[in-house]
């Protein structure tokens, strides 16, 4: 781990919601020197708090910071994962792909192998940044700051991925269009949103209905 001091709290909480199905984590993040700078560091640790029955299997592939005042160029990060340095199994994300409800700039990580190397139920994740050059301001981080997190491991018969977005500061989900847990089989996880048809399946409904309407009619020029 790259060696740091002097650690300043930016945010620290925890929440669970998402798309798909609930994700819960808790985080915590800081400006650190590393290296022998001064404040280039942002220290991210987050704990992966475990699936629901609709994602038994939950393993954070994609985690990213949003809501930043600035636009940070990060240079390099570092991963560790229960103390084992597990870098090499994540990539760099200087704009996170995939939360279109992220908000400002964003930066983050993304598994290069999917659900291995992924940050598993119960573990904890510490996941450093590090500036080429210049510092982390803190006030840039508030009062927007969200964390994102995208899950992979969805029961048999269910999404197999998940997403959220939550506020850092306070835990709360991020709301927008499709945010809401939806229910699927097996069932259990107890979904609270509805399932927004794509528009491939109004398609489909459509035609199902002028289908049955012509047999309808069909019926009645017989009688």
């Given at each position: 781990?790259?060696?740091?001091?002097?650690?300043?709290?930016?945010?620290?909480?925890?929440?669970?919601?998402g798309?798909?199905?609930?994700?819960?984590?808790?985080?915590?993040?800081?400006?650190?020197?590393?290296?022998?700078?001064?404040?280039?560091?942002?220290?991210l640790?987050?704990?992966n708090?475990g699936?629901?029955?609709?994602?038994?299997?939950?393993?954070?592939?994609?985690?990213?910071?949003?809501?930043?005042?600035?636009?940070?160029?990060?240079?390099?990060?570092?991963?560790?994962?229960?103390?084992?340095?597990?870098t090499?199994?994540?990539?760099?994300?200087?704009?996170?792909?995939?939360?279109?409800?992220?908000?400002?700039?964003?930066?983050?990580?993304?598994?290069?192998?999917?659900i291995?190397?992924?940050?598993?139920?119960?573990?904890?994740?510490?996941?450093?940044?590090?500036?080429?050059?210049?510092?982390?301001?803190?006030?840039?981080?508030?009062?927007?700051?969200?964390?994102a997190?995208?899950?992979?491991?969805?029961?048999?018969?269910?999404?197999?991925?998940?997403?959220?977005?939550?506020?850092?500061?306070?835990?709360?989900?991020?709301?927008?269009?499709?945010?809401?847990?939806?229910?699927?089989?097996?069932?259990?996880?107890?979904?609270?949103?509805?399932v927004?048809?794509?528009p491939?399946?109004?398609?489909?409904?459509?035609?199902?209905?002028?289908?049955?309407?012509?047999?309808?009619?069909?019926?009645?020029?017989?009688?």
């Amino acid at each position: 781990m790259a060696a740091s001091s002097a650690q300043a709290q930016v945010f620290a909480e925890d929440g669970c919601g998402g798309y798909s199905f609930t994700i819960c984590a808790t985080w915590s993040a800081s400006i650190v020197s590393v290296n022998g700078g001064t404040n280039n560091g942002f220290q991210l640790t987050i704990t992966n708090n475990g699936g629901t029955a609709l994602n038994p299997s939950s393993a954070f592939t994609q985690i990213g910071i949003g809501g930043v005042e600035t636009t940070y160029n990060i240079s390099s990060f570092t991963a560790f994962i229960g103390g084992s340095n597990v870098t090499t199994n994540w990539t760099l994300a200087q704009e996170v792909n995939g939360f279109n409800t992220l908000t400002e700039d964003s930066f983050g990580v993304d598994t290069q192998n999917g659900i291995n190397g992924a940050l598993l139920s119960g573990q904890t994740g510490i996941f450093t940044f590090i500036l080429g050059s210049g510092s982390f301001v803190a006030a840039d981080f508030q009062p927007d700051a969200q964390i994102a997190i995208h899950d992979q491991g969805g029961a048999a018969g269910c999404p197999s991925s998940g997403k959220a977005v939550f506020d850092a500061s306070d835990g709360t989900l991020v709301t927008g269009t499709g945010f809401s847990n939806v229910t699927c089989p097996p069932g259990g996880g107890g979904g609270t949103g509805n399932v927004v048809p794509e528009p491939s399946t109004y398609v489909l409904l459509g035609s199902g209905l002028l289908g049955i309407l012509g047999v309808a009619a069909r019926r009645r020029r017989q009688v």
